[in-house]
């Protein structure tokens, strides 16, 4: 057996394995999670009269940004 042989790390374990899978799947549900309450946020802005948006301080062409900064704002997603 040589150093290299010795020194060499260890294979991840089954345990590692599944946290791992687990993670991904999580990182995965996260990203549609957000997707959805993108899409959700921006119809019901979009469906917004323009009074009503004037109520809250934005115009039609604020409200991407608008509801990027209430997204990142949100721990829940």
Partial sequence: M?????DRPAAPGLLDRVIGYL???RRVGKGAMRSLAYARMMRVMAEMDDESLAQIGLTRAQI??????????DTSI
Avoid: D, K, M, T
Wanted: glycine share 0%; hydrophobic share 50%.
């Fill in 2 to 6: 040589s150093f290299y042989e010795l």
């Fill in 23 to 25: 993670a991904a799947i």
């Fill in 64 to 73: 991407p940004a608008y509801v990027e900064r209430c997204l990142a704002q």
